[in-house]
């Protein structure tokens, strides 16, 4: 089946403990994006990935990392972790980067700093 | 810069009743545009799109919108609605020269009384 699986969706951690949210594609997609999600504010794009090793920063990129070691991989880094990242988070894929393709979601990762 | 604006935030409807949420981009050249739909406690699904041709797009689920240029707008339409379509609707655009990036409006909650 054709997905987008992130882990974990559910996350409950402290200011300044480092974590990571992985994203994985089966879908031999090129292009990868993580978005946050945040009420009234819709979604807005943190991370995108047009391939492997090449990554780019989108509207609200501070206090995030990413890397592209894989084609299927697109983990999203938390370095020190602040209160106001906790949000909802989404990892999305499509096929190319050429714009009029759709994106696939994740099912979500809820992440609460305290 | 690219943008979406949804002016209806929350919208209340009864089962029937006919059901048109806005959406306004702001972009100066061509565009793709999105409707995504995020049922509670799922993801994002594509509900329809718009690359070019006829400016009238039919979607799933009996979901329509129409692209009118003059008015940079992109409005989500259904003649009647069920409960079932109860949830959270997204309007996205991707302009032709922002690579791969999408924006997305704030979002519209709708809920479907039965």
């Known amino acids: 089946e054709a997905q987008v699986t992130q882990n974990p969706r559910y996350l409950i951690t402290v200011t300044g403990k480092k974590l990571t949210v992985t994203c994985s594609q089966n879908?031999?997609?090129?292009?990868m994006s993580w978005y946050r999600q945040d009420p009234g504010l819709g979604l807005r794009q943190i991370y995108y990935?047009?391939?492997?090793?090449?990554?780019d920063k989108g509207d609200v990129p501070e206090g995030y990392k990413v890397s592209r070691k894989e084609k299927r991989n697109f983990p999203l880094i938390l370095e020190s972790p602040s209160p106001n990242q906790t949000s909802l988070y989404f990892c999305?894929?499509?096929?190319?980067?050429?714009?009029?393709?759709?994106?696939?979601f994740g099912d979500g990762t809820r992440l609460s700093i305290l | 810069a690219q943008s979406v604006s949804q002016h209806n935030h929350h919208v209340i409807l009864s089962e029937a009743a006919s059901l048109e949420l806005g959406c306004n981009y702001s972009?100066?050249?061509?565009?793709?545009l999105f409707w995504y739909v995020q049922y509670p406690g799922q993801h994002l699904q594509l509900l329809l799109k718009?690359?070019?041709?006829?400016?009238l797009v039919k979607g799933i689920k009996g979901f329509e919108a129409e692209f009118i240029k003059s008015k940079f707008s992109f409005n989500l339409r259904k003649p009647s609605v069920q409960w079932s379509d109860t949830a959270e609707y997204f309007c996205?655009?991707?302009?032709?020269?922002?690579?791969?990036?999408?924006?997305f409006g704030g979002g519209t909650r709708l809920m479907v009384k039965p």
């Open positions: 972009y100066g050249g061509t565009v793709n």
């Open positions: 879908m031999n997609h090129e292009y």
């Open positions: 990935s047009m391939n492997v090793e090449v990554t």
């Open positions: 996205a655009v991707n302009g032709r020269n922002a690579g791969n990036m999408l924006t």
């Open positions: 999305a894929s499509s096929l190319s980067g050429t714009g009029h393709q759709p994106q696939h």
């Open positions: 718009y690359f070019s041709g006829d400016p």
